[in-house]
C-alpha cells in the first residue's frame, strides 16, 4: 500500500526567504506521480506542482519547485522568496498509476502549516 | 473553462439525521468525481470515486453512500448520521485520462457537524 509522510507539523519562515517542506513516499510501483497541494484556512485545495516518476528534471511552477530524488523517494517542496500568502496547509500526495485506469486516487499525507512572519 | 460547485459550504446535524452533499461541475463532460474527507486537523482520505454515470467505487466502507445521476453531479448522503462523521467534505473532479499527471481540482468544501 502506498504511503506519504510529512513529518513537520508546522514550519515558520521569515518573508523573502526560501523554505522547504519535507515529503517521503513509499510505493512499489515503478509509475506513479507526485503532487503538492496548498490548503489555505477558507479550506479549498489548491494545486501548486506534479512530478510523474519517470520525470528526470525536477518540476518547478514559479516560486514552487519540487525536489525529488528517486532513490530517496522524497519528493520536497522549496518555495523560494516567501510571500505572506503563502500561510497555509501544505499537502504531499501520490498517485500510483498501476491499477487505477483513468482515476487519479490520490494518497494524502498529513500536511504541514508554514507560518510566514515579517 | 471547468469550475466545480459544491453545496451546502456548511451543515450542522443531530445525530441521526440524514445527509446530502451536492456537487457539481461546468464546463467538461465525462469527469471523474470524487468525494474526500479530511477530520480535523488531518490529510485527506478518499471515500468515494467515480468514472461514469451510476459507477461507484467505495475505498472506504462507512455510514455513507455516493450516487451519480447524471454525468457532472455527484452526491454524498447518509440515511443516519454519526457523531463520526463530523468532518470537512471535498469534491474534486478530473479528466479520464491514464495520464500520470491527472490533476484533481476540488470545490471548495462542505463542514459537517453532527451532534
Known amino acids: 500500500a502506498q504511503k506519504i509522510t510529512q513529518t513537520q507539523p508546522g514550519m515558520f519562515v521569515q518573508e523573502k526567504e526560501a523554505v522547504t517542506l519535507d515529503c517521503t513516499y513509499d510505493?512499489?510501483?515503478?509509475?506513479?506521480?507526485l503532487f503538492w497541494y496548498k490548503q489555505p484556512s477558507s479550506g479549498e485545495m489548491i494545486f501548486l506542482i506534479y512530478q510523474g516518476s519517470y520525470d528526470e528534471q525536477n518540476a518547478t511552477e514559479g516560486r514552487y519547485s519540487l525536489n525529488f530524488q528517486k532513490a530517496r523517494k522524497s519528493a520536497n517542496l522549496v518555495i523560494s522568496a516567501s510571500q505572506l500568502g503563502d500561510s497555509a496547509m501544505y499537502f504531499c500526495?501520490?498517485?500510483?498509476?498501476?491499477?487505477?485506469?483513468?482515476?487519479?486516487?490520490?494518497?494524502f499525507g498529513t500536511g504541514t502549516r508554514l507560518q510566514v512572519t515579517l | 473553462s471547468q469550475t466545480i460547485h459544491q453545496w451546502p459550504a456548511t451543515l450542522v446535524q443531530p445525530v441521526g439525521s440524514p445527509l446530502s452533499l451536492e456537487c457539481t461541475v461546468e464546463?467538461?463532460?465525462?469527469?471523474?468525481l470524487y468525494w474526500y474527507r479530511q477530520a480535523a486537523g488531518r490529510g485527506l482520505q478518499l471515500l468515494f470515486y467515480?468514472?461514469?454515470?451510476?459507477?461507484i467505487s467505495s475505498e472506504v466502507p462507512q455510514n455513507l453512500s455516493a450516487s451519480r445521476p447524471q454525468d457532472r453531479q455527484f452526491i454524498l448522503s447518509s440515511k443516519k448520521l454519526l457523531l463520526s462523521d463530523s468532518g470537512f467534505y471535498l469534491c474534486?473532479?478530473?479528466?479520464?485520462?491514464?495520464?500520470?499527471?491527472?490533476?484533481?481540482?476540488f470545490g471548495a468544501g462542505s463542514r459537517l457537524t453532527v451532534l
Open positions: 510505493t512499489s510501483d515503478q509509475s506513479y506521480g
Open positions: 474534486a473532479w478530473s479528466f479520464p485520462t491514464h495520464s500520470g499527471a491527472n490533476v484533481l481540482t
Open positions: 464546463g467538461t463532460s465525462n469527469p471523474n
Open positions: 500526495a501520490m498517485r500510483e498509476v498501476k491499477g487505477s485506469g483513468t482515476a487519479s486516487k490520490l494518497t
Open positions: 467515480s468514472v461514469g454515470i451510476g459507477q
